[in-house]
Every structure is written in C-alpha cells, then in structure tokens.
C-alpha cells in the first residue's frame, strides 16, 4: 500500500522553527517529484514549496521564500520541510504529495497522484 505520511508538526511561537518530514511506505521516493502545501481553516490549500525527482528544482511561494527550505533524503525515502523564522500566518495543516516520474514539480494540486494525511503546524504570537 502506498503511502505518505507527515510528521514534525506542533506548536511554536513566533520566529520559531520546524522540521516537518514526508516519509514514503510501500515505494521509493526517488522517481518522484515531491510538493509541500498547507491549508488554514477557511481557506484554499495552496502550494508552499515542490522539489523535483532529480533535486534540481526547486519553488517556493512567495510567502515562504528566504525562509522555508525543501530537501530530500532518497537513501531515508524522506523529504524535509524545514521552516524557519515562522509566523501566525503560517499556521495551518500542512500536506506532502508525490507525482511519479516528473521531472518538474508544480503548485498545482491536480499534478499529485499521492497525498499524505497533513500535519498541524500553529504558530502563536
């Protein structure tokens, strides 16, 4: 069975950081491109940051740039969000996804074929 499951959330004051982590069971990771989103209550989930099968792209949104960064570990079949300098509006359910065999990655939900169960970031003022 495939799956994704997120981990690393919790809460955290403002200018805290965190590690969230995107673990694959019953297949690898490394022939898959790989998106973080979030969603907040009441509102749309949105794309926060992708990272490609080859590692050689990468976006983030704008809300996010300068201070998350997303990695990947093909050997521990894991790819990191890690999220510094965080802020109120940060909060929200964060989600992994994986597509197979893309060599880009996209913001766009559709281009998922996996999703994980999301995690909870809050962050508190």
């Known amino acids: 069975q495939l799956q994704l499951v997120e981990s690393g959330g919790g809460l955290v004051q403002l200018g805290g950081s965190l590690r969230l982590s995107c673990a694959a069971s019953?297949?690898?990771?490394?022939?898959?491109?790989i998106g973080w989103f979030r969603q907040a209550p009441g509102k749309e989930r949105e794309g926060v940051s992708c990272?490609?099968?080859?590692?050689?792209?990468?976006y983030y949104a704008d809300s996010v740039k300068g201070r998350f960064t997303i990695s990947r570990d093909n050997a521990k079949n894991t790819v990191y969000l890690q999220m510094n300098s965080l802020k109120p509006e940060d909060t929200a359910v964060y989600y992994c996804?994986?597509?197979?065999?893309?060599?880009?990655?996209?913001?766009?939900?559709?281009?998922?074929?996996?999703w994980g169960q999301g995690t909870q970031v809050t962050v508190s003022s």
């Open positions: 996804a994986a597509d197979y065999g893309a060599y880009v990655c996209s913001f766009q939900r559709s281009f998922y074929d996996y």
């Open positions: 990272i490609s099968s080859s590692r050689s792209i990468t």
């Open positions: 019953g297949f690898t990771l490394d022939y898959y491109s």
